[in-house]
């Protein structure tokens, strides 16, 4: 191997989902407090508007001029996302009462917008970085630590409190989200389960929050074991994303399972089984027998999936 | 390659980073309203304490029975970590303004803990998970949506409103930290940066916190950009860690540069350079003739600089 990039696929596997390739430049450097301001007047500005969860589309445009926004009802949140090539890019929230003629406007929320593709996939990631933010504004309008009234400051990444002088930042909670694999050649299965609120016949990659003082590896052999009773050896990177629901940044690792007897957690999974590789080929092009589904591509789940199927006869792509 | 892990090193590089190998089992699926008052019951419990940002420490042991604990002064947010192989293991905080023997008992930050080697290496994870822990309650006794008072619940991985039913979980923040690489044989170098607060000499990798809606290696990118002027391509994700200040997760890469004339963010880094890897080796070894200095063993950035450094002709390690 001549360089530590040596190894890597050709093309980046966390561009390919849903939500990533955000090209908003965010020139977080130089936010300051009256970027927000500067921004809005410029005559190129475009808003990417929100009421409550769910994104406002006309037809498959999802970007309003400040006078088209305001000429909806008054904007709650305003924040500055960055600059596009066209010019700067903000995202506003207007209030959840506010009445929108549907036959002009449609709510829409980012899951359906993205499994859909009603807009260009231009504008997932930053639909996506707006969500995030406008939510986080909309739970943190007093100080955690002293209880009084915060003000939105630095273009929206930041929430200042005068009373106490706190400075509070926009929160992204990391997930672990992996693939256990066990055994070898033939007999080389993968874990999937299925929580109850999935779409029927939907299996998954297991899941869960990464804690306070662990690290992603520790956090993917945890969630293993307290989801199925599965030990995990090493783990592997795979790829991220942005998970707007609503602020997750998943991190896709494939997992070494070191045994193959499932004790399933029932509070949190419904089924939990091994699948070979030619069932999670099934699964992805929907000729399961059993009708049996992967997650959809825009999830970082099929990609972790794919990554595991597409090996072929065993070598890593 | 036989298989997707074949490609990974004996030993994980996660676990040789400071506060990492946590060895608590935190049995997070079975966290319930009276989880800790039926650890803390048990003989066998021992807590780790603080007060402020510092840990207490007896000689070079770190527990405390919970009688021993509460002879100190009054215990703010218990929190239950979880169970080691010899009990359950707890954290609290005393009050600021607690008086301490510091005869007996010696107050000490995590980093200087970590740096001197105080603790058994057992210690340190359960320390970090405690530290962001107690920093999270302290810093949220108040609903961020309402502004009323918060009850903690869950073994303190979980903070109530009251007034408004909102439910409040610890933060974990992600930041990315990494190692820009240009050039080929002969030409290779790595890029460090120098902030003003470190100490004299010391260069470390870049770094910066993962915002809303973008990908780890995305983030790379705008980091890296942002603060030296250089644009990479490939992003190689190296290992993570739990960074208890106050809780961050380290995420680890190599980045591709794609060019080599800097431009400095002035305001963030007092110098950066690029580096051989000859010099990256010297400094590893403290033995650079300009007294240039790697991070300590500690942290993160000491890994990743390793990881190349010790690269030799070019083979990956």
Redesign the interface.
Known sequence: ????????PAE?A??R?G??R?TID????KRGADSLATALADPSARLYLFRGDKALLRGTNPLFSHREATALGELADMILLGWSESGPRLAAALADATPIDEALIRPIDLRSLAVEGAVGPEHL??L??????TN?HI???????????TTMTMGG?RRDCPACK?E???????VVIMLA?HG?GAE?RCLLGRQARFIPGMYSCLA???????????AVR?ETF??AGIRV?????H????W?FP?S?M?GC?A?ALNRDIIR?E??LEDCRWFTRAEARQMLAGTHPEGIKSPPPIAIANSILS??AG?GG???G
Not at 128 to 133: E, P, V
Not at 233 to 237: A, E, L
Not at 239 to 242: L, T
């Open positions: 191997m001549e360089s530590l990039f040596d190894g890597l980046e966390s561009a989902n939500y990533a955000n965010r020139r977080s450097e990631g930053a996506a970085q707006a969500r995030a933010l986080w739970r943190h309008r007093f100080c955690s630590v002293c209880g009084q009234p990444y706190a509070h930042f926009p929160r992204t909670d990391p694999i070898k080389e869960g929050f990464l804690e306070p003082g662990e690290t992603i590896e520790d945890r307290e989801e050896g090493r783990v592997r990177y790829a991220s994303q942005p707007p602020a940044l991190i494939h070494e957690d509070a949190e990554a595991w090996m065993g070598a890593a």
